[in-house]
């Protein structure tokens, strides 16, 4: 990881691959994304994005690089968009930067450390599960560098009994008619990255007003989490810091899935040999 790290370093004016940083690392790249991730509490991408700008709130006090130029250098398409970014680091413009007493934020480099953790048990399954199309409601989240989302918890606060109700009358029984909790991983316009986050359940046919999504037939490890939403997000962390490193699996870029019924949650997350 380390090794990754200092690639990044060395590469923060090029286009980095993180298929390059996976390879590094001797990890897939889906595996390598979501470990970070969860090791560092911020996505790769969003990482990437400050030690540039750190980078480039230096050029600006040490030199007189012009804006374009930096803009250019750290893979903007054009000053609005880097002045938009650099604004939302360091909370100032890059002109204003260049001031004497002006604010700037520095996000160091990254170095990770070996520490002993685990014995404590997981309970999982491996399951083969067929093909199926969950449809339901839908929003595009923007996960923040601590790798939460505003944007999925006003999505969920937004949902009412009613639009349960109809889900629950649409499901054709699969996981007991429970609704799932769907999140599949992509980077925005901006290269932040985003989930397409779902609520919704198996059904045999999509009504026209719903979103659906199909998630293809694989093995998948099935995890058991007794307790409150902070025993399933602890649990998350332990599936890809814990679990996978002490297994013969790896995570693939499925679309992972939760399921919750009186205070008991499933995540389900695709896996494939390593």
């Not at 009412?160 to 991983?185: A, C, Q, V, W």
């Amino acid at each position: 990881m380390n090794q990754a790290m200092q690639y990044i370093e060395d590469h923060l004016g090029e286009e980095i691959d993180s298929k390059e940083l996976a390879k590094i690392a001797l990890t897939s790249e889906t595996y390598f994304k979501r470990l970070f991730s969860f090791l560092s509490g911020m996505p790769l991408s969003d990482y990437i994005r400050k030690r540039r700008l750190t980078q480039a709130a230096f050029e600006l006090k040490q030199t007189d690089v012009k804006v374009i130029d930096l803009a250019l250098k750290y893979g903007y398409t054009s000053p609005d968009a880097f002045t938009k970014a650099f604004q939302q680091v360091h909370g100032v413009t890059p002109t204003a930067a260049r001031e004497l007493n002006s604010h700037l934020k520095s996000y160091p480099m990254l170095t990770f450390r070996l520490t002993i953790q685990g014995g404590k048990p997981m309970n999982y399954r491996l399951v083969e599960k067929e093909t199926f199309t969950a449809a339901g409601y839908k929003t595009e989240a923007v996960v923040n560098s601590e790798g939460e989302s505003e944007d999925i918890l006003s999505f969920l606060g937004s949902l009412t009994d009613e639009h349960f109700t109809k889900l629950k009358n649409i499901s054709n029984g699969y996981f007991d008619g429970n609704p799932l909790y769907i999140s599949s991983d992509h980077e925005n316009e901006e290269n932040q990255t985003s989930q397409n986050f779902y609520v919704g359940v198996p059904v045999d046919t999509v009504p026209e007003e719903l979103d659906s999504i199909t998630i293809s037939n694989q093995t998948w490890a099935v995890f058991t989490i007794e307790g409150e939403w902070e025993a399933v997000n602890d649990a998350w962390t332990r599936i890809y810091t814990e679990w996978f490193p002490s297994s013969k699996y790896e995570p693939t870029s499925s679309p992972e899935f939760m399921t919750s019924k009186d205070n008991q949650s499933e995540v389900w997350v695709a896996v494939k040999e390593s």
